[in-house]
């Protein structure tokens, strides 16, 4: 569907009389789709909300913006999401903080990419079925084993883990060689079954819970274990583009994003239920109800939670050449009134 937008061939006087505000009005008509990124896994329950339950399109009708139509589109790593984004095929990319902060460093000046909302703050766990690792330090020496996350050297599984090594050895590459990518379902499958190269797993909900609920994997450590406590874990972000030619859509968008927030929080059984049906999800939903409920294993906040602590590491290592003073420098204006961190 083409965006009604008016010609941008626009000439002489006109051209002049739009910059000046002559003409009343915005010259130029604002999006009428939007098109979300997401990953796998129960982080994303805000945009399921927001998409069962048309938050943005009631919003847009509401502003005088027509009829808007919201699509979403599944990625398996912060790597493709990023590539999404900077790529034009998507509006709004869910990915983890760490990716965030790369594509923030990478369109500094240019695109200027930040967060338009957190998400969640989820520990991500480090799983795995070989009996010999019971600890990080477990890993070194072991030649027939592969820690599996999203996007190697990408995504926030793999930056925690740098950040684990660091913490362990002031070597944070120290265990890059031994991780893959791969999709978090395919990596559960792998752990599950056994016998394959592939014995850990930076995982997150749900395919954390199935591999610890079976009996056959035991957790190594937790990302809240490296950072000392609760940190966000994955955010909304967008192209400054994108919020400057659609502000009234890119309002409805991050309010709709509150809204789910908000009514996931207040509604943590129905909640559970939406991911269910939405997902279409072969898990009990006595168990998706257990992860959505319990706030130390799955929660649903806007505040921006010791991401500066990703942003220094990543600093540190090079990874990102800009440093950020606070973490106001990468989210977007709309979140300014948070106690973020």
Same mark, same amino acid.
């Given at each position: 569907?083409?965006?009604?937008?008016?010609?941008?061939?626009?000439?002489?006087?006109?051209?002049?009389?739009?910059?000046?505000?002559?003409?009343?009005?915005?010259?130029?008509?604002?999006? %009428?789709?939007?098109?979300?990124?997401? *990953?796998?896994?129960?982080?994303?329950?805000?945009?399921? =909300?927001?998409?069962?339950?048309?938050?943005?399109?009631?919003?847009a009708k509401d502003a005088g913006l027509g009829d808007v139509k919201v699509t979403m589109h599944r990625f398996s790593g912060g790597a493709a999401v990023n590539q999404a984004l900077i790529s034009g095929?998507?509006?709004?990319?869910?990915?983890?903080?760490?990716?965030?902060?790369?594509?923030? !460093?990478? +369109?500094?000046?240019?695109? !200027?990419?930040?967060?338009? #909302?957190?998400?969640?703050?989820?520990?991500? $766990?480090? !799983?795995?079925?070989?009996?010999?690792? $019971?600890?990080?330090? %477990?890993?070194?020496?072991?030649?027939?084993? @592969?820690?599996? +996350?999203?996007? =190697?050297?990408?995504?926030?599984?793999?930056?925690?883990?740098?950040?684990?090594?660091? @913490? $362990?050895?002031?070597?944070?590459? @120290?265990?890059?060689?031994? #991780?893959?990518?791969? $999709?978090?379902?395919?990596?559960?499958?792998?752990?599950?079954?056994?016998?394959?190269?592939?014995?850990?797993?930076?995982?997150?909900?749900? #395919?954390?819970? *199935?591999?610890?609920?079976s009996g056959k994997v035991h957790n190594v450590l937790t990302s809240y274990d490296v950072l000392g406590g609760e940190h966000s874990t994955v955010a909304m972000y967008n192209t400054e583009r994108w919020k400057k030619e659609n502000p009234k859509l890119y309002a409805c968008v991050w309010k709709s994003y509150r809204t789910a927030i908000e009514w996931i929080n207040g509604n943590k059984k129905e909640a559970a239920a939406l991911f269910h049906r939405f997902t279409k999800s072969k898990l009990k939903l006595e168990d998706i109800e257990k992860m959505v409920g319990d706030k130390n294993e799955m929660h649903y906040a806007l505040e921006p939670k010791r991401t500066m602590q990703f942003a220094e590491f990543l600093h540190s290592i090079g990874a990102i050449k800009n440093k950020p003073e606070s973490w106001k420098d990468y989210y977007w204006e709309n979140n300014h009134d948070l106690n973020g961190s």
């Open positions: 569907m083409k965006e009604r937008r008016a010609s941008a061939f626009v000439v002489g006087g006109t051209l002049a009389a739009i910059a000046t505000g002559a003409l009343g009005g915005s010259a130029l008509a604002e999006a %009428d789709k939007v098109r979300f990124a997401q *990953q796998f896994g129960l982080l994303y329950l805000p945009m399921h =909300v927001v998409v069962d339950k048309k938050l943005v399109e009631a919003c095929n998507v509006d709004f990319a869910a990915g983890g903080i760490g990716p965030l902060l790369k594509l923030w !460093n990478k +369109t500094k000046g240019r695109l !200027n990419v930040k967060a338009m #909302t957190t998400l969640a703050a989820m520990p991500l $766990k480090l !799983n795995s079925n070989d009996a010999r690792v $019971k600890k990080l330090e %477990d890993y070194v020496g072991l030649t027939d084993h @592969k820690i599996a +996350t999203p996007s =190697v050297k990408v995504s926030i599984q793999a930056v925690v883990l740098q950040m684990a090594a660091k @913490k $362990k050895w002031g070597k944070p590459f @120290k265990l890059d060689p031994m #991780t893959v990518s791969m $999709k978090h379902p395919s990596a559960a499958a792998a752990l599950l079954a056994g016998g394959q190269t592939v014995k850990s797993h930076f995982a997150t909900l749900p #395919t954390s819970f *199935q591999e610890l609920a």
